[in-house]
């Protein structure tokens, strides 16, 4: 049986209460040294990130609670083992085959006691819920999975198949150059088939997605809606228990609520902090950074006229004053985006500038598009920060100021809680919004296929709802290659495609920043994905 969106919530909502009802609820957020008090930004769409892709669901859920057959080095971002111990690639690459550590235990927690292992049958039972269709699990809380849809995994994978108890094989239609690196996304996770069966036989499916059992160094103890998600160690955890008791995510979506917050000594650890000087004055605190893959974009409607007209989106291109933008909202701590794939990149391509700053080339490109008078139009600002935008409604107010000198009217919404936000742009209620990405994987694949293919239009993690048969050719032969030489030509003539057409107009790509007090220990920030608490402790 397939739910709606509104109804997954609904009913996460009540069964969620349900489960609080039975906790001790006299326990207080504690800033011990068993505890890590992280502010986060917003809430979680699910609790688990096959489900969604947004930025919040990734840090709060994909590196606490799962873990991966692959993951990736956070130093220089090449693939090592994780639950997989190793792996084999057949000559032809339509042939791989994990081999799976024998000493990886779920979650115990108060309402699933595993009575095995993870086993070869855990993994094709995560992978089958997300590529069949017609697997019982397939359709509930949506029977969306943006990463592996807009991916077209469906597609590549013909098989999934168990060797033994602990070696599975996947079987692909075609050799893809970025399957190794999609199965180390933030969003391949591995779940408890042992734990789906259960709730199967109890009728309560919903529950894989909203009280989540996984295999990584937390586990998941109590949710308060929008105030606070409370974790702590797993006790068998296979690389060992962490040293943090317990990891709260304190939700608080104003900056200036977290870096007071961080002042008073109520939080550890804030994201996307503010006052980065006033930080650096204070001898306890650390301020920190990571160059991120990432970008920060107005996103055209392009399903909504005006919008479905390429001139009309082009005019509004050369009419926002980037550099006023980053100036204003990056405060210099990002650099204006040419297109979608950052200079860091291989696959960047130097010959494709960004369009320049012209308001006469925007009145005349309006004329030619029978807008001469101009027109009236929304923009949906984030009520979130993001790395790849801090502060949305700056943003827009800026873009708003832009287009009224080219005779545009814009009108901004603001004032969504960000879950409600993305099910609104989902379907297609905006006609433009500022939105980003950030890269799951390190393949360049991963800015193309899940922000701008046909498929990903479908799904909807493409907001803008281009679809363009040409582009997606392009990007599909791209991955039909091993070599680095003729992607990147396929890649260029991608992006010169994204900039003729103009769905989106990239502005920034940004670096990430978090602060932290100075009794914390170790790496959190990744450049590729979100945060990982493992390894982390408290003085």
Not at 381 to 403: C, E, F, G, H
Request: hydrophobic residues 35%; charged residues 20%.
């Amino acid at each position: 049986m397939a739910y709606s969106t509104q109804t997954f919530y609904n009913f996460f909502a009540l069964s969620l209460l349900a489960f609080l009802a039975g906790c001790d609820t006299n326990e207080t957020l504690s800033l011990s040294k068993e505890s890590i008090i992280y502010c986060s930004e917003g809430s979680p769409e699910s609790f688990n990130p096959q489900t969604v892709s947004s930025g919040t669901t990734i840090d709060a859920t994909s590196n606490q609670l799962y873990n991966r057959l692959l993951e990736f080095d956070p130093t220089d971002n090449t693939i090592i083992p994780a639950i997989a111990k190793s792996w084999h690639v057949t000559r032809d690459g339509k042939m791989i085959t994990f081999y799976l550590r024998k000493d990886v235990q779920f979650h115990q927690t108060r309402y699933f006691t595993p009575t095995r292992a993870l086993n070869a049958d855990d993994v094709i039972f995560s992978f089958s819920r997300m590529l069949d269709v017609n697997h019982e699990y397939h359709p509930v809380s949506g029977g969306k999975y943006p990463f592996f849809q807009n991916a077209q995994l469906a597609e590549l994978i013909s098989s999934v198949e168990k060797i033994n108890e602990h070696t599975v094989r996947f079987q692909l239609t075609r050799p893809d150059s970025s399957f190794l690196a999609n199965i180390g996304s933030d969003s391949a996770v591995i779940l408890s088939k042992e734990y789906a069966d259960q709730l199967l036989q109890l009728n309560t499916m919903q529950e894989i997605d909203m009280l989540p059992v996984g295999t990584g160094p937390f586990k998941f103890k109590w949710y308060s809606s929008s105030s606070f998600i409370r974790y702590e160690a797993h006790e068998n955890y296979w690389r060992g228990k962490s040293k943090i008791k317990q990891l709260v995510f304190d939700i608080t979506p104003r900056d200036t609520g977290r870096l007071t917050k961080l002042l008073a000594g109520e939080c550890d650890i804030i994201a996307y902090p503010i006052a980065h000087e006033k930080i650096k004055q204070h001898d306890n605190l650390i301020l920190e950074s990571v160059t991120a893959f990432n970008v920060g974009y107005l996103g055209f409607n392009t399903a909504k006229p005006p919008f479905n007209n390429p001139l009309v989106r082009k005019a509004l291109s050369y009419a926002i004053n980037k550099q006023a933008i980053l100036d204003a909202v990056y405060t210099g701590q990002a650099e204006i985006a040419n297109g979608i794939i950052p200079n860091s990149s291989w696959a960047y391509d130097e010959t494709i500038s960004s369009q320049e700053y012209s308001i006469n080339k925007a009145q005349e490109l309006l004329s030619e598009a029978g807008y001469s008078d101009g027109f009236s139009m929304d923009l949906w600002a984030m009520p979130v920060q993001r790395s790849y935008n801090p502060d949305a409604v700056t943003m827009a107010k800026l873009i708003q100021a832009d287009l009224q000198k080219i005779g545009i009217e814009v009108d901004i919404v603001s004032g969504y809680e960000w879950s409600t936000f993305l099910r609104k742009i989902t379907d297609g209620e905006h006609q433009s919004v500022l939105l980003g990405w950030s890269a799951d994987h390190p393949d360049p694949d991963n800015f193309f296929s899940p922000m701008l293919s046909c498929s990903s239009a479908i799904t909807g993690s493409n907001r803008t709802f281009w679809c363009n048969e040409k582009f997606d050719r392009l990007i599909k032969r791209a991955l039909q290659t091993n070599s680095i030489n003729k992607r990147k030509v396929l890649y260029s003539k991608a992006l010169a495609l994204i900039n003729e057409e103009v769905p989106l107009i990239p502005i920034a790509h940004s670096k990430r920043f978090q602060a932290r007090s100075n009794n914390i220990n170790g790496k959190l920030l990744r450049a590729i994905g979100g945060i990982d608490f493992n390894g982390v402790t408290k003085n």
